[in-house]
């Protein structure tokens, strides 16, 4: 068994959603800090809009406030549809064929320069920004064989070297986050073997594992012999 950690496949690319006022800047970003990770859905919430630069990867991420949020296109959500089934919410972005659910057609005309830039840099196919469901608690740690520093009153973990689970806690768990104020655990996203291999079985792109500690300039965070 090996659990990863979610990461890009370079660090440069990263989206975000396209917004035109700061009352809109401001709504997604409350929307991303105040009602992601908490394992409920969000769709009531959510306004599409079009999501910018992450036009060349099947997966991407979003960056706020320090924590990594993911982006999947159709083709990954098909793919993991049988591995991820009911874990993970998927809020859905603007395309070209829905622009003018952003645009009225008067807007389309009298910005056409500004939004013709826009198109180039938004994905064909249809994407949609990943709410994880499976949201555990720090029971899922194996506290012996882990390396860390621990608040006990604010209960906040930080200072992690090394991190171990504990293999009935994740059993059949393949995209999760785990509850906790500390920074380490704000942007980690932990996936299993089994996820990085339909990664690689079916080429999506814009993921990296590479089999080493991270404190070795990898992303394997755990592993165990069956």
């Known amino acids: 068994m090996k659990i990863w950690k979610l990461c890009p496949i370079h660090?440069?690319?990263?989206?975000?959603?396209?917004?035109?006022?700061e009352d809109e800047i401001q709504f997604y970003q409350n929307l991303l800090n105040t009602k992601f990770d908490l394992g409920k859905p969000v769709s009531e919430n959510w306004k599409p809009t079009l999501l910018c630069d992450l036009n060349k990867v099947d997966i991407g991420r979003i960056l706020q406030a320090n924590?990594?949020?993911?982006?999947?296109?159709?083709k990954a959500i098909e793919t993991f549809a049988t591995l991820l089934e009911s874990k993970i919410e998927y809020l859905p972005f603007l395309t070209k064929d829905t622009l003018h659910e952003r645009f009225t057609k008067r807007q389309r005309k009298l910005r056409k320069t500004t939004i013709d830039a826009i198109l180039e840099i938004i994905h064909p196919n249809q994407q949609y920004l990943l709410n994880i469901l499976d949201i555990k608690t720090s029971e899922v740690i194996?506290?012996?064989?882990?390396?860390?520093?621990?608040?006990?009153?604010?209960?906040?973990?930080?200072?992690?070297?090394?991190?171990?689970?504990?293999p009935e806690k994740i059993k059949n768990t393949h995209m999760f986050k785990i509850k906790n104020?500390?920074?380490?655990?704000?942007?980690?996203?932990?996936?299993?073997d089994e996820f990085r291999n339909v990664v690689e079985a079916n080429n999506l792109t814009g993921l990296k594992f590479i089999d080493k500690p991270e404190h070795e300039g990898g992303n394997l965070v755990w592993s165990q012999s069956s």
């Open 181 to 192: 104020s500390g920074i380490y655990f704000r942007s980690a996203i932990f996936v299993s």
């Open 142 to 166: 194996n506290t012996e064989e882990s390396a860390y520093d621990y608040d006990e009153e604010d209960d906040i973990i930080y200072g992690v070297e090394k991190l171990a689970f504990l």
């Open 11 to 21: 660090y440069s690319i990263i989206g975000y959603p396209y917004a035109t006022s």
């Open 67 to 74: 924590q990594e949020f993911w982006v999947f296109n159709e």
